[in-house]
C-alpha cells in the first residue's frame, strides 16, 4: 500500500483534489440512477392504474375480452374486477404458510438448539440451497410431486406447495437469527424452575423472539406473494372465483401474465400491479417498523 | 424426561423434512429428464437445434445456456458499476445519514417489487426508450433482458457489499487519511483491498440470481430458440423457455424442459455455492 504523496508539487495535490471530487460527483449520480427505476416504476403504476381502483375491483370477476373490447372502443375504463384474483392469492399463500410456517420455525429452533453439529451444517446448507433455487424449478418440482401424481391437474395445492417451498428458507433462517438474540440466562431461568421443555419452547423462545419471527414471516410472504413463473406451471389460472383447492385458481400476478397477453384488456394490468405493489410496498414497512423498534429495545 | 424427547424428536423429524426436499428434488429432476437424455444423450446438453415439430424433434439446450449466461453476464457488467456507487454512499461517504438510511431502503425495496412488475416497465417503458435510440427495431432481445436484470440483482449485491465495507477497521482507514490520503484514495487503497473478497462473493450471488429470474426475461428477450449473435439480437434464457413452452408440452419436450430446468438448477447451484464459499471463509 503505497500512497503517493508529493507535498511540494502543488499541481499533483490539485489534481489529486479534483479526481477526489470528480469521483464523489460520479457515485452520487449513480447511485441516484441505482433508485431512479423503483420510483419511475410506482409513478407509472400510479399514473396508469388509479382509474381501475373502485368498488367493483374488488367485488367482480374479470370481464372476457369482448366486454373489455366494447369499453375500450367506447373510451370507458374497463368494468369488472380482480376477485379471482385476489381470493386465489389469499387461498395459495394463506395455504403455503400454513404448511411453511411450522415446519419453519421448528427446524429454525433445531438448528437453533443444535448449532455445532455436522448434521446441523448439512441442513443449514441444504436451506441455503433451497433459498437459491430459481422459483421456475419449484414451479417444474411442485408440478412432478402435486399436479401429475395428486391432483391430477393444476391445482390451487400445486400452487401452494411451491410458494411454501420459497417460503421454507426464508423462515428457518428468521426463527434462528432471532432466537440467538434471545439472552441464555431467559431460558436457564425457566430450566431452573423445572419447566418442561416443550414448554420453554412454546413459553419462552417463541414468545421472545417473536418480532423476528414475525418479520421474517412478512417478508416471506411479500417474496411469494408477487411470484407468477411457478404458479404459471402449477395453478394455471381460472376465471371464477375458487376456494377448491383440487381446482386451478387464478392469483393476481397470473392476472397479470393474463391481461398482458390479451390486448382487449391491457389497461387493467395497470390497477392490478399498482394494488399488488401497494400491498408490498405495505408489508415491507411493517416489517422494517417492526426490526427498527426491536433494535431501540 | 419422557415430554422432552417427544419435542426434541419432533424437532429432528422437521429437519428432516429439508432433507427430503432437497434430496427429492434431485430425484424429481433427474427422473423426469431420462427420457431426454435416452433419447439424445449427453448430446442434448451441446446440440443446439431445437425443433417441436412432430415426427422430427430434436431438443438441444446451447441456445438457452448461452442465452442465460449471456444475458447475465449483461445484467452484471452494467450492475457493477451502479451496485459500486451505492454501496460506497450507503456504507462510506454517508455513513450512518438519513438521506443513506433511505437510499439504503430504497434499494432493499428494489428487490421486492415482482419480477412480473419489471417486465411490464421493461415492456412499456424500457423497451420503447431503446427502440427511440436506435438500437434494436422492436426492442427485444438480450440486452434489454440484461438491463432489466441488472436492475433486478443491484440489491443483492449492494446489501452484502454495504456491510462488508462497513466493517473494515477506521484504524486502517484513519491512518492512511493522517498520511494526507484523499477520500478516493482512502477508498481504492484501503476500504476496497480490504473488502474485495465479500465484494466479489456479492457479485457472484447477484449473477446466481439473474441466472435464474424468468418472468422479466420472458417478457422482453423475444423468445427465440437460437443463439443469441449480438447485443441486440433476440433469444431464449433456460427460465425463459421453461415458462414460454410449459403450457403446450408433453411428452419428449415436456422432459426435455425438465431437463433444462435440471441444468438450470445444478448452474445456479454451483454459482451460489461458490458465492457463499467465499462469504463463509471470511467469516
Not at chain 1, 436457564?188 to 421472545?208: D, F, Q, W
Not at chain 1, 387493467?268 to 414497512?285: E, K, R
Not at chain 2, 449427453?42 to 417441436?52: D, Y
Not at chain 2, 418472468?215 to 431464449?236: E, K, Q, Y
Request: with cysteine; proline share 5%; net charge neutral.
Amino acid at each position: 500500500m503505497s500512497i503517493a504523496l508529493d507535498f511540494d508539487n502543488g499541481s499533483l495535490v490539485a489534481k489529486r483534489k479534483l479526481k477526489n471530487s470528480i469521483f464523489k460527483v460520479g457515485m452520487i449520480i449513480l447511485s441516484i440512477l441505482t433508485v431512479s427505476p423503483i420510483v419511475l416504476i410506482i409513478y407509472e403504476l400510479i399514473v396508469k392504474g388509479f382509474r381501475q381502483i373502485n368498488i367493483d375491483f374488488f367485488t367482480q370477476n374479470p370481464p372476457d375480452t369482448f366486454e373489455a373490447m366494447m369499453a375500450v372502443s367506447a373510451g370507458e375504463v374497463i368494468p369488472g374486477g380482480i376477485l379471482n384474483g385476489l381470493t386465489g392469492t389469499l387461498l395459495m399463500v394463506l395455504m403455503a404458510s400454513v404448511i411453511a410456517i411450522p415446519v419453519g420455525i421448528m427446524i429454525g429452533i433445531f438448528l437453533y438448539e443444535n448449532p455445532g453439529k455436522i448434521y446441523s451444517n448439512i441442513i443449514r446448507n441444504l436451506t441455503e440451497i433451497l433459498q437459491g433455487v430459481p422459483s421456475i424449478v419449484l414451479g417444474l418440482i411442485a408440478y412432478l410431486w402435486v399436479v401429475k401424481p395428486i391432483t391430477g391437474g393444476y391445482s390451487a395445492l400445486a400452487g401452494s406447495v411451491s410458494l411454501a417451498i420459497m417460503m421454507l428458507p426464508l423462515i428457518v433462517r428468521s426463527t434462528e437469527e432471532s432466537m440467538k438474540m434471545i439472552p441464555d440466562t431467559l431460558k436457564e431461568a425457566a430450566y431452573a424452575l423445572g419447566v418442561p421443555y416443550h414448554r420453554v419452547v412454546l413459553k419462552v423462545l417463541i414468545p421472545s423472539s417473536f418480532g423476528g419471527l414475525f418479520t421474517g414471516i412478512l417478508l416471506a410472504v411479500s417474496r411469494v406473494i408477487g411470484e407468477t413463473a411457478p404458479l404459471m406451471l402449477t395453478t394455471l389460472g381460472n376465471p371464477m372465483v375458487n376456494w377448491d383447492i383440487t381446482k386451478p385458481t387464478s392469483a393476481m400476478p397470473l392476472l397479470i401474465w393474463e391481461f398482458y397477453n390479451d390486448p382487449n384488456m391491457v389497461d387493467l394490468i395497470w390497477g392490478t400491479s399498482l394494488f399488488l405493489m401497494i400491498f408490498i410496498l405495505i408489508i415491507n414497512l411493517i416489517s422494517k417498523q417492526i426490526a427498527a423498534k426491536k433494535k431501540i429495545n | 424426561m419422557k415430554s422432552e424427547n417427544i419435542t426434541k424428536t419432533l424437532l429432528l423429524i422437521a429437519s428432516v423434512i429439508v432433507v427430503l426436499i432437497s434430496t427429492g428434488m434431485v430425484f424429481s429432476l433427474i427422473n423426469g429428464a431420462i427420457p431426454t437424455f435416452k433419447e439424445f444423450g449427453l448430446s442434448f446438453i451441446w446440440s443446439n437445434e431445437w425443433n417441436p415439430t412432430e415426427g422430427n424433434e430434436n431438443y438441444g439446450a446451447v441456445p438457452f445456456i448461452a442465452g442465460t449466461i449471456i444475458t447475465s453476464m449483461i445484467a452484471l457488467v452494467i450492475c457493477i458499476p451502479l451496485s459500486f456507487a451505492s454501496f460506497l454512499f450507503i456504507g462510506e461517504y454517508f455513513k450512518g445519514t438519513f438521506i443513506a438510511n433511505t437510499l439504503s431502503a430504497l434499494v432493499d425495496l428494489l428487490a421486492g417489487i415482482p419480477s412480473i412488475i419489471y417486465g411490464l416497465w421493461g415492456f412499456y417503458v424500457l423497451r420503447p426508450f431503446i427502440v427511440e435510440l436506435g438500437l434494436s427495431p422492436q426492442g427485444f432481445g438480450i440486452f434489454t433482458a440484461g438491463l432489466i436484470l441488472a436492475i433486478m440483482i443491484i440489491p443483492y449485491a449492494t446489501s452484502i457489499s454495504k456491510e462488508i465495507i462497513t466493517m473494515v477497521p477506521n484504524e486502517l482507514k484513519e491512518a492512511a487519511y493522517s498520511l494526507g490520503a484523499t477520500q478516493f484514495e482512502v477508498i481504492f487503497r484501503v476500504v476496497i483491498p480490504n473488502a474485495k473478497s465479500g465484494i466479489v462473493a456479492g457479485f457472484i450471488l447477484a449473477f446466481g440470481r439473474a441466472l435464474g429470474e424468468t418472468m422479466a426475461v420472458t417478457m422482453l428477450i423475444g423468445n427465440a430458440n437460437v443463439v443469441p449473435d449480438g447485443l441486440f439480437s433476440t433469444g431464449n434464457t433456460m427460465a425463459s423457455v421453461i415458462a414460454n413452452q410449459f403450457g403446450e408440452a408433453d411428452g419428449l419436450k415436456l422432459s426435455s424442459l425438465i431437463a433444462i430446468g435440471l441444468l438450470l438448477f445444478v448452474i445456479t447451484g454451483l454459482i451460489n455455492g461458490l458465492g457463499k464459499f467465499i462469504i463463509k471463509k471470511l467469516s
